[in-house]
Structures are given as C-alpha cells and as structure tokens.
Nanobody, 119 residues
Framework: EVQLVESGGGLVQAGGSLRLSCTASGITFDDFSIRWFRQAPGKEREDVSC????????HYADSVKGRFTISSDNAKNTAYLQMNGLKPEDTAVYHC????????????WGQGTQVTVSS
C-alpha cells in the first residue's frame, strides 16, 4: 500500500519559517516527480511547487517564488518544502503528491498538514 505522510505544519507568525516533510512508503520514491499543493478554505487548490524527475527542473508558483524551496532525499524516501518569509495568505493545508510528470495528474497524495500564519 502506498502512503504519503506530511508533517511539519503548525502556527507561525508572519515572516517566520517552517519546513514541511513528506515521507513515502510502499513506492519507489525517485520514480516520480514530487509536487506540493495547498488548499485553503474557500479557495481553489493551488500547486505550490514541483520537482520534475524527467528533466530535473523545479517549478514554483509565482506566489511563493523566492520564499519556498523544494527538495528531496531519495535515500529517505522523503521530500521537503522549506518555507521562509511566510505570509498570512500562505495559510492552508499543504499536501505532497507523486506524479509521473509535473504537468500530469497526481498519482498519490497525502492527507496534508495544516500551516497557519498569523499576522
């Protein structure tokens, strides 16, 4: 059974930092591109970042560019999202997902971790 478990969320003041982790089991992690997306109440789901396995490129949403950094440790089957300079509008549930391609559908995703940024 494939499982993705996110952790590292919490409550932080604006300007603060958090590091989210996503650990996968039951799957060969480095066969997939890694995506982070977020869902805030009343808002559409937003793709935050993607690390492409096919070409090694990294993509960021304009809203987080320069503040967030995606990375992965294949030996640990874990992906990370380092979030700096957090803003109240970053408040959301953050999910990681595995996909064959950054532009393709998500194959697997986790339950998410809540990030709340206070002003």
């Amino acid at each position: 059974e494939v499982q993705l478990v996110e952790s590292g969320g919490g409550l932080v003041q604006a300007g603060g930092s958090l590091r989210l982790s996503c650990t996968a089991s039951g799957i060969t992690f480095d066969d997939f591109s890694i995506r982070w997306f977020r869902q805030a109440p009343g808002k559409e789901r937003e793709d935050v970042s993607c690390l492409s396995r096919s070409d090694g490129k990294i993509h960021y949403a304009d809203s987080v560019k320069g503040r967030f950094t995606i990375s992965s440790d294949n030996a640990k089957n874990t992906a990370y999202l380092q979030m700096n300079g957090l803003k109240p509008e970053d408040t959301a549930v953050y999910h990681c997902a595995l996909a064959l391609y950054c532009s393709g559908p998500r194959s697997y995703w986790g339950q998410g971790t809540q990030v709340t940024v206070s002003s």
